[in-house]
C-alpha cells in the first residue's frame, strides 16, 4: 500500500448511503467533509453505484477537491484532485442473511452463531440434530428462508459424523436456491468435524457450492472462529455482493474489499479495543434491529489473560419504529412508564407506540414525544444488553463428565464474559441517541440502560461513522484510531457507579476531583455520595 493522504470512504445501507473524506493534516488523520444520498439499490435504478456517485458529488462540492471524473473515482491524489483509495461498508439489499447449523444447539449450534454474528451476518435460523423438529419441518424451514449462505458445523474432530451428515443431507434435500443470481448454488461452508469431510462432499458436492473451512470447536474446550469467518466474507464478496445489482462494478472501484457494515463496526471496536488495551462495549439501535458489540479481555486456563473476546449479538424484534411494539410487548408497560417523568395513561401510551410504528420515520416534534421515544430506548436498549450477556458466555459443555445419554439433554448455562466493573468504554450509535437535543439526555439513556459500575466512560459515534473506520483499520489502523478518537467519537463524561449493598440514604462514599495539573483547568470537586444517590458534577 503507498502513501494515504486523501481516503473517501463509504456505507451502503439500505437506506441512505453515507459517504465521508478523511484527509492526512501534517502527522495527524482528520475526517473533514460529509455527504450523503439515498440508496440506489432497488428499482427504479437497481444500480448501487448511482447512490454512491450522488454521495461523492456531494463531498465535491463541499470540499472543493475534483474526485470524479465522469463515473471513474480519481487515484492516486495531488493537490486538489483524486483520492488515494476508495474503500466502502455495505448492507444495503438487507445485509447478509445466513442459517447455521450444529450438531447439539447449545453447544456447537452456538459457536456456529457467534462465527456467523461476528462475521455481520443475520442469523435467520439455527438448525440443531436436537432442536425438536421433524427431519420435513427443517427442510421446510430452509426452503421457506431462503437464505444467502449457511454454515454447517458439529462435531468436535474425531467425534460423531452421522449427526453431521444428517444435517448436510436436510439441506440438499431442501434444495434451496440464494436469494440472489438464479443461475447461482447455494454456497455452503462446512466447518465441523474434519472426519466427515469426505460423507458432506458427497451430499452436498453437486447441489450446492461447498467450501470446507477449520472446524469451529475442533475440541470441546476452545473455539477456532476466525478461519469460517473469513470463507463467509470472501463467500459475501464472491456470491452475495456479485449478484446485488451494481455491486460487480463498485467492488472494481474499490482499493481493499467490501465488508459487511457490521462487520466493519467490530472491526473499529476490536482495533481500539487491542491499541488502547481496553474493554468496549458498543451499541447500534435502529429502526427494526438493535446490535450490541463487545470486546472483554478473559482469563485462560493457567490463570494469565488470553486473547480478548469478540462477541456481537443482533437484536432483530428491538427497534425504535418498525420494531417498537416488541419492545413494549417484551419489557411490559410498567418498565417502559418508569422512565416517563409526566403521567400518562396506558391508552395513551398504546397509541403513541402505535403511531410510531406505522409511520416509521416520523421524528418527536413535542418534549413530551421526545421523552416518550427516550423511554422506550432505555427498555429497548437494557432488553438487548441481557441478550448479549446471555449469548456471550464461556464455552457451553466444557469440563463435564457426560455419558451419551446426556449428549441431547439441556447443557448447563457458560458463564457470561460480560462484566460491567471492567468495562472501559461504552460507545453509543443509532438515531435516539446521537440525535438526541443534549448529551446528557443520551448519557441519561446509557446510565439507566446498561447500569455500568465502577468507572466507565461514555461516550457516542457522532455521525455513524464507525463503519467507515471499521474497513479503514483493515487499510490503515493508525489513521483510523486517529479519526476515531478525534472526529467519531464525542466522549459525553465519566460513569463512576459504587457497587455493593448499604441501606438508602447511608454514605457509600466520599470523593475528590483534581484536574491534572498540564491541563490548566480549575474544574475541581468534592463531596460525599449517598446510597441511592445519583449526582452529576459538571467539569
Avoid at 450444529?102 to 439455527?126: F, K, N, P
Avoid at 417502559?336 to 416534534?365: C, G, H, S, Y
Avoid at 438487548?384 to 464461556?394: G, I, N, S
Avoid at 437535543?437 to 446498561?450: E, G, H, K, N, Y
Amino acid at each position: 500500500m503507498g502513501k494515504l493522504d486523501v481516503v473517501i470512504a463509504t456505507d451502503c445501507g439500505s437506506t441512505t448511503t453515507k459517504a465521508i473524506l478523511i484527509e492526512r493534516q501534517g502527522d495527524i488523520y482528520r475526517q473533514t467533509c460529509r455527504g450523503e444520498a439515498p440508496t440506489t439499490v432497488e428499482a427504479p435504478f437497481e444500480d448501487v453505484t448511482r447512490g454512491v456517485l450522488n454521495a461523492i458529488q456531494e463531498i465535491e462540492e463541499l470540499s472543493g477537491r475534483q474526485i470524479l471524473d465522469g463515473e471513474r473515482i480519481i487515484t492516486p491524489a495531488d493537490e486538489m484532485r483524486g483520492v488515494d483509495i476508495y474503500i466502502s461498508t455495505s448492507s444495503a439489499g438487507g445485509g447478509l442473511q445466513m442459517m447455521v447449523a450444529g450438531v447439539v444447539e447449545s453447544m456447537t449450534g452456538e459457536s456456529a452463531q457467534r462465527c456467523a454474528l461476528g462475521a455481520g451476518a443475520i442469523v435467520m435460523d439455527v438448525l440443531a440434530a436436537n432442536d425438536g423438529r421433524l427431519p420435513h419441518e427443517k427442510i421446510e424451514r430452509i426452503r421457506h428462508l431462503r437464505p444467502d449462505m449457511v454454515l454447517l458445523s458439529g462435531g468436535t474432530d474425531g467425534g460423531t459424523i452421522s449427526h453431521v451428515v444428517e444435517l448436510a443431507e436436510y439441506v440438499a434435500a431442501a434444495d434451496p436456491r440464494p436469494r440472489f443470481g438464479t443461475g447461482f448454488q447455494l454456497p455452503v461452508i462446512f466447518a465441523g468435524n474434519q472426519d466427515a469431510r469426505s460423507e458432506v462432499e458427497r451430499v452436498l458436492g453437486d447441489r450446492t457450492t461447498l467450501h470446507q473451512s477449520e472446524n469451529i470447536r475442533p475440541v470441546l474446550e476452545r473455539e477456532n472462529l476466525a478461519p469460517a469467518r473469513h470463507v463467509i466474507h470472501d463467500l459475501f464478496l464472491e456470491h452475495v455482493m456479485a449478484q446485488a445489482p451494481g455491486y460487480r462494478e463498485l467492488m472494481s472501484w474499490t482499493g481493499a474489499p467490501i465488508m459487511p457494515t457490521p462487520a466493519a463496526v467490530g472491526q473499529i471496536m476490536q482495533t481500539i479495543a487491542r491499541r488502547q488495551n481496553i474493554n468496549v462495549l458498543g451499541v447500534d439501535i435502529g429502526g427494526a434491529t438493535t446490535d450490541v458489540f463487545s470486546v472483554f479481555a478473559t482469563i485462560g486456563d493457567d490463570g494469565l489473560s488470553a486473547e480478548p473476546v469478540f462477541n456481537r449479538t443482533v437484536s432483530a424484534n428491538l427497534g425504535m419504529s418498525y420494531s417498537i411494539s416488541n419492545v413494549l410487548s417484551e419489557a411490559g408497560l410498567d418498565d417502559v412508564m418508569r422512565w416517563i417523568p409526566f403521567e400518562l395513561d396506558e391508552a395513551d401510551l398504546r397509541d403513541r407506540i402505535k403511531n410510531k410504528m406505522i409511520r416509521p420515520t416520523t421524528i418527536p416534534q413535542t418534549l413530551e414525544s421526545l421523552l416518550f421515544e427516550q423511554a422506550v430506548a432505555r427498555e429497548a436498549l437494557r432488553l438487548a444488553y441481557e441478550q448479549h450477556k446471555d449469548f456471550a458466555t464461556t464455552l457451553k459443555g466444557v469440563q463435564q463428565q457426560r455419558t451419551i445419554g446426556d449428549t441431547f439433554s439441556q447443557q448447563t448455562s457458560g458463564q457470561t464474559i460480560v462484566n460491567n466493573m471492567t468495562l472501559d468504554l461504552l460507545v453509543a450509535s443509532g438515531g435516539v441517541l446521537s440525535h438526541a437535543p443534549r448529551m446528557s439526555q443520551t448519557a441519561a439513556m446509557l446510565v439507566d440502560a446498561f447500569q455500568p459500575e465502577g468507572v466507565t466512560q461514555l461516550a457516542v459515534d457522532s455521525i455513524f461513522m464507525m463503519p467507515h473506520l471499521g474497513v479503514l483499520a483493515a487499510v490503515d489502523e493508525k489513521a483510523a484510531t486517529e479519526v476515531f478518537e478525534r472526529d467519531c467519537i464525542v466522549y459525553l463524561g465519566t460513569c463512576v457507579a459504587p457497587a455493593g449493598t448499604g441501606k438508602a440514604g447511608s454514605p457509600c462514599c466520599s470523593y475528590e476531583i483534581r484536574s491534572a495539573p498540564d491541563t490548566g483547568n480549575a474544574d475541581n470537586a468534592a463531596g460525599e455520595l449517598l446510597v441511592g444517590e445519583l449526582r452529576c458534577v459538571p467539569l
